[in-house]
């Protein structure tokens, strides 16, 4: 109980810390901006701010790259070191962040005397975001931390989907509706069947897909007794049933994908991709306490092709082991795809009678890449539009350049000067936080990529998102200036009235 409890607050204190770094380094930057905005419009901002700012986005700017350097070791560290290094990073990015506060300050000021040279509406408008900075930074300042959000945020899950990807187990044939006791797990096994559960899936299962065969996967009941083959034959690492698989005729056919493999009780199939030839095995068997199994005599033996390279096993038939005097038990239903292919909603129907916990369905459809992350990054780049879009309309119309051209009557002029507020509001939020967001991603997704065990597969290349990336820079000002123009018409229809 006491380690449940130390465990519990070690788990809130982590989470505590990856959500409030980021949030306490967004919080320290917009104050560091409104800080960095002099009092009067006309005078430069205070030099301090800038350099102030510049070494704490170099100091963040260093951690990041401790954090990707640290994470880059092929040792496999322990929790802890992993964690540690995440929390580096991530105090890397709170402190990139503060840094940047003073910079749209500071670019404002810089280039607005090179707008001079572009069409009136943006020349009007860099010229009074100079002149009424307050607003404008702490717009450009939101816009760049919630773009920077929705930037970091698909650079990690794209790299970490290329990860996954290559990380990927298949665990049945494309297809197979496989069933297992709920306590399995990629591969490692902390429950079986009893003979009543069986009986209990498998009535469930026929109540779903009636008149569907069903095919199972056995097992020895004893758990003192062992037993294995030995077939000289190196199987895949990723293999659903790397040292063999008991079963009947449809468990041999579910395994080689071909209704007509030849099938006898008292003959081995060694299932391999390879080009082998063997005419016999042998078995080894005993009990689990012995110090050395005992070979068995051969036994016959045929070599077959699988369904596919997961598929590479050894078939050994139920009923030979049964004649050897071992007891069996089913330890996975299956639902052969070439037989019968489950949909949707029959899974989700089957998964609702094995609601108590006994067992979960599992369809195999490959991997599948994370989709719920498109939601969150939509929602953190609309919030950048409305942060420029709400301070860029709102005090628009208070300009001394609109109340000149509301007076001459010049809509069109307003808004094209309202379009070009809002989108250069967005544009330096959009540019800030994509740069941002880049370092940050990157650097990320080396801490949340680190193997933690010997047999995890190798770091594949890192899949970074450029046309997306650009497609954002590009597609948030246009958006805001469109929606800006449209505000401003609608704004300028009421005031005539």
Known sequence: ??????????????????????????????????????????????????????????????????????????????????????????????????????????LLEVTGPAAERLPAPVRLAARDLVRRRSRAVVAITLAMLTTAFGVGLTVVVVGKTAQSRAEYVARARPGALSVRMNGYFLGSFSGSFSAADVTAVRAAIERELPGVPIVAVERLADDSKHFSVNAAVEFPDEAVYRDQAIGDERLLRYLTGDPLTPYDEDTVV???????????????????????????????????????????????????????????????????????????????????RLADDLATPYVERGFQAPTGWLPVTAVALLAAVGCALGAGVARAGDARQARVLRRIGDRTGLRWFCAARVGLMAWWGAVLGAVAGCAVGMSLLWPLTMPSGWDDPPRVPFETPWTAIAAIVAGLPLLAAVLGALFAQVRTKKSTK
Do not use: C, Q
């Open 270 to 352: 060694v299932i391999t991709s390879a080009e082998v030839r063997l005419d016999s095995v042998n078995f080894y068997h005993g009990s689990k306490g012995d110090k050395a199994y005992e070979p068995g005599p051969p036994v016959p033996a045929v070599v077959a092709r699988p369904a596919g390279p997961p598929m590479e096993t050894v078939f050994v038939p139920a009923a030979m082991l049964r004649d050897l005097g071992y007891r069996l038990l089913p330890d996975e239903l299956i639902v052969d795809p070439g037989v019968h292919r489950v949909t949707a909603g029959e899974l989700e129907r089957l998964d609702a």
């Open 1 to 106: 109980m006491p380690f449940d409890v130390l465990l519990l607050v070690f788990s809130a204190v982590f989470f505590a810390l990856v959500l409030g770094l980021p949030l306490i380094g967004a919080g320290a930057a917009v104050s560091s901006a409104l800080h960095s905005v002099p009092s009067g419009g006309r005078e430069p901002m205070n030099r301090r701010s800038a350099v102030r700012g510049a070494l704490i986005a170099l100091a963040g700017l260093s951690l990041l790259t401790l954090g990707a350097w640290l994470g880059t070791e092929e040792s496999r560290m322990g929790a802890l070191e992993s964690l540690g290094i995440l929390l580096l990073t991530l105090l890397g990015a709170g402190l990139l962040l503060t840094g940047l506060g003073p910079l749209p300050s500071w």
